[in-house]
């Protein structure tokens, strides 16, 4: 029963866990778009900084809570946290193109700065469907550990009662013997102490 649970949610973990590595690739390569338009970058180039980090760090922690079983909370709460930072991201950079280009002050030519802002929103895009499915998968897979941990928990319970009661029954058995191996001594005794004194008696009335 426990390997059918486990089997059962194995491959959304291998799953989980192969999203969470697309995602550490697609964070780490949304760096370059912005270190490209401008290096120092401005508020909004550290504000997609702090975007792909976030996304980074959670695809990491993903990694963790997957070989650990823990970090739930702190996972889910990154999750959402990128998720916030990736719309207000693509908002930015997708429904106002032109704004953000200011903002970034890049010094390159304005077709390839549009071309990288336009890598940057798709990276963007493609880590916040990632994200999207991860947060899925991980309430699934939790569920899924917690259910099984119940499962292991009463079984676990189950095997204590049953080694008690097995217990109870070998202990009622070991009396029960050791009550009627005293009563056939006492019986055997009792033979012995009437064959000795009848004995005595009967050669005392020959005498």
């Known amino acids: 029963m426990a390997y059918k649970r486990r089997s059962s949610s194995s491959f959304p973990a291998l799953l989980l866990m192969f999203l969470n590595f697309i995602l550490f690739v697609l964070s780490f390569a949304s760096f370059a778009p912005t270190f490209l338009l401008k290096n120092p970058p ?3 180039g550290w504000a997609l900084y702090v975007v792909s980090g976030m996304s980074l760090l959670s695809s990491v922690v993903g990694f963790c809570s997957q070989i650990t079983h823990l970090c739930f909370i702190t996972h ?3 999750i959402l946290a990128s998720v916030v930072g990736q719309v207000l991201g693509v908002l930015a950079l997708f429904t106002k193109e032109n704004p953000s280009l200011r903002l970034l002050n890049s010094p390159r030519d304005p ?3 549009r071309a990288l802002v336009r890598v940057e929103c798709g990276a963007l895009m493609g880590m916040l469907m990632m994200q999207f499915a991860i947060l899925i998968l991980t309430c699934a897979v939790h569920t899924c550990w917690v259910k099984e941990f119940e499962g292991l ?3 676990r319970e189950e095997t204590a009662k049953k080694r008690s009661r ?3 029954r070998v202990q009622e058995e070991s ?3 050791a ?3 005293a009563e056939v001594r006492a019986k055997e005794f009792d033979e012995k102490m009437k064959n000795k004194y009848g004995k005595w008696t009967k050669t005392e009335f020959e005498g």
């Open 179 to 181: 009550a009627k191996i």
């Open 42 to 44: 401005r508020s909004l």
């Open 153 to 155: 928990e009463f079984e």
């Open 111 to 113: 077709k390839e700065a």
């Open 76 to 78: 889910v709460s990154l």
């Open 175 to 177: 009396m029960a013997n």
């Open 166 to 168: 097995n217990m109870a």
